[in-house]
Nanobody, 126 residues
């Protein structure tokens, strides 16, 4: 089992930036990929970005491509989501997720991920 703890959310103005962190603990040697999802009020949880722990390949949702960057620090077992040029529609609870079994690349469905963090709120003011 892998435990995930997110941090870094907050309130920011349109056009601003935030960096989210996700610290992993437990059976981190078994990780295949890490991902970020988000859920806005009244909406389904949606895929944001994913990163292969081994190859460092990345994949992004079209809505964030060019604005968000997912990265990792294997020594710290931490994954980051750098968010730039934020828009009000980026407002959501952001969840970190971990996949421990090899999946078809890129893993972007909720069912592809085994462990989830508690979420961190990101609010972008108009």
């Amino acid at each position: 089992q892998v435990q995930l703890v997110e941090s870094g959310g907050g309130l920011v103005q349109t056009g601003g930036s935030l960096r989210l962190s996700c610290a992993a603990s437990g059976r981190t040697f078994s990780l295949y990929a890490m991902g970020w999802f988000r859920q806005a009020p009244g909406r389904e949880r949606e895929f944001v970005a994913t990163l292969s722990r081994i190859s460092a390949n990345t994949y992004y949702a079209d809505s964030v491509k060019g604005r968000f960057t997912i990265s990792k620090d294997n020594v710290k077992n931490t994954v980051y989501l750098e968010m730039n040029s934020l828009k009000p529609e980026d407002t959501a609870v952001y969840y970190c997720a971990a996949a421990t079994a090899p999946k078809a690349w890129p893993p972007r469905e909720r069912a592809s991920f085994d462990s989830w963090g508690q979420g961190t709120q990101v609010t972008v003011a108009p």
